[in-house]
T-cell receptor, first 111, second 114 residues
Framework: DVKVTQSSRYLVKRTGEKVFLECVQD?????MFWYRQDPGLGLRLIYF???????EKGDIPEGYSVSREKKERFSLILESASTNQTSMYLC??????????FGPGTRLSVT | DQQVKQNSPSLSVQEGRISILNCDYT??????FLWYKKYPAEGPTFLIS?????DKNEDGRFTVFLNKSAKHLSLHIVPSQPGDSAVYFC?????????????FGRGTSLIVHP
């Protein structure tokens, strides 16, 4: 059974803290993605990676960075968390062309 | 500017009837289309897809129709069941520098009443 796991389901951080969200997939997929989901705005792409050490900006990369040192792992980093980064964060992976498999999501609250 | 639009934020249907969820797109380079289903507090799950070389793809109770000339696709669920109540996202992708990165609509919340 295919699996994408995220390090935390719920996270509460303070403004200015550095936040790490980790994602691991066990399907040997080339592509990995980070999205945020906000009410009424759907899924917005933050960053994606199509290979180890490769990354591309999505639609809303500001305030975020990513790291992909191993094929199965893709990390999202909030360098200095702000309240407008309170959201549901979703990681996904896919083969080169195909449906994406999503993790369960991390609900981040920044206070 | 939204390239993938789901104009109905919500849809309410009686159990056993047909649910039709609609999606429009503007980018003529899109050639692969997907539907995802999302329950609260869970990640989206892939439901069904269709390539632009087809106009219909069926999987059990779920059928996706693609009208390329109208840049429109729809998801039909027959018969609808209360467990189908969820948010449905339409997504479209096309070649972009060798990658296929889906663009998502904002979702339609389907409620199936018993």
């Amino acid at each position: 059974d295919v699996k994408v796991t995220q390090s935390s389901r719920y996270l509460v951080k303070r403004t200015g803290e550095k936040v790490f969200l980790e994602c691991v997939q066990d399907m040997d997929h080339e592509n990995m993605f980070w999205y945020r989901q906000d009410p009424g705005l759907g899924l917005r792409l933050i960053y994606f990676s199509y290979d180890v050490k490769m990354k591309e900006k999505g639609d809303i990369p500001e305030g975020y960075s990513v790291s992909r040192e191993k094929k199965e792992r893709f990390s999202l980093i909030l360098e200095s968390a702000s309240t407008n980064q309170t959201s549901m964060y979703l990681c996904a992976s896919s083969a080169l062309r195909g449906g994406q498999y999503f993790g369960p999501g991390t609900r981040l609250s920044v206070t | 500017d939204q390239q993938v639009k789901q104009n109905s934020p919500s849809l309410s249907v009686q159990e056993g009837r047909i649910s039709i969820l609609n999606c429009d797109y503007t980018n003529s380079m899109f050639d692969y289309f997907l539907w995802y289903k999302k329950y609260p507090a869970e990640g989206p799950t892939f439901l069904i897809s269709i390539s632009s070389i087809k106009d219909k793809n069926e999987d059990g109770r779920f059928t996706v129709f693609l009208n390329k000339s109208a840049k429109h696709l729809s998801l039909h669920i027959v018969p609808s069941q209360p467990g189908d109540s969820a948010v449905y996202f339409c997504a479209a992708s096309g070649p972009s520098g060798g990658s296929y990165i889906p663009t998502f609509g904002r979702g339609t919340s389907l409620i199936v009443h018993p």
